[in-house]
T-cell receptor
């Protein structure tokens, strides 16, 4: 069964520092997608970054980068130059299904609460 | 509107009552999803619509839960005989039929349901 594990319930980081949020996954599919979403206190899930299982390069989107280690089944999110507005819950997710984009059904981890301190 | 809209934002009801939660997806998005997020957990998949039909309802917990999308746009999640364990935030998301490479979902802010 597919599963996402986030072992850090909470993290602190100083403003302007970098932080890594851990995510490991389990799947028997060869083709899958990995996502990170941010959930501020408003409740809306905001898409941050995507990594395809066949992508050779680690994904980057502005201050966000995904450290994808396929053999270890890990997809850690790195946030550089943290800002106060980065304080939120962060969820790692995996797209289920053998065909890319077939259902877009996501399986989420339990999340990591990030607090950025001034 | 520009984003996914969900109403009501908050709903308090009594055990045993019937509840409807509404989702208005992004215009042009034919795929629509319902997720449920309990306190301290990540969202859990409930049901997925492609157009008017439910393409995957494997996440609905039991037959008290039902969802419709009669015209392929707005969707309503219906919960009969509510129980205290149904208390959660119900999130709706939408995406393009043939999603872009990233396949990202666009979420609403959710409907917080409290069953007393």
């Amino acid at each position: 069964a597919q599963k996402i594990t986030q072992t850090q319930p909470g993290m602190f980081v100083q403003e302007k520092e970098a932080v890594t949020l851990d995510c490991t996954y389990d799947t028997s599919d060869q083709s899958y997608g990995l996502f990170w979403y941010k959930q501020p206190s408003s409740g809306e899930m905001i898409f941050l970054i995507y990594q395809g299982s066949y992508d050779e390069q680690n994904a980057t989107e502005g201050r966000y980068s995904l450290n994808f280690q396929k053999a270890r089944k890990s997809a850690n999110l790195v946030i550089s130059a943290s800002q106060l507005g980065d304080s939120a819950m962060y969820f790692c997710a995996m797209r289920e299904g053998r065909t890319r984009g077939a259902t877009n059904k996501l399986i989420f981890g339990t999340g990591t609460l990030l607090a950025v301190q001034p | 509107g520009a984003g996914v809209s969900q109403t009501p934002s908050n709903k308090v009801t009594e055990k045993g009552k019937y509840v409807e939660l509404r989702c208005d997806p992004i215009s042009g998005h034919t795929a629509l999803y319902w997720y449920r997020q309990s306190l301290g957990q990540g969202p859990e998949f409930l049901i997925y619509f492609q157009g008017t039909g439910a393409a995957d309802d494997s996440g609905l917990p039991n037959d008290r839960f039902f969802a419709v999308r009669p015209e392929g746009s707005v969707s309503t999640l219906k919960i009969q005989r509510t129980e205290r364990g149904d208390s959660a935030v119900y999130l709706c998301a939408s995406s393009l039929t043939v999603p872009p490479r990233t396949g990202e979902l666009f979420f609403g802010e959710g409907s917080r349901l409290t069953v007393l």
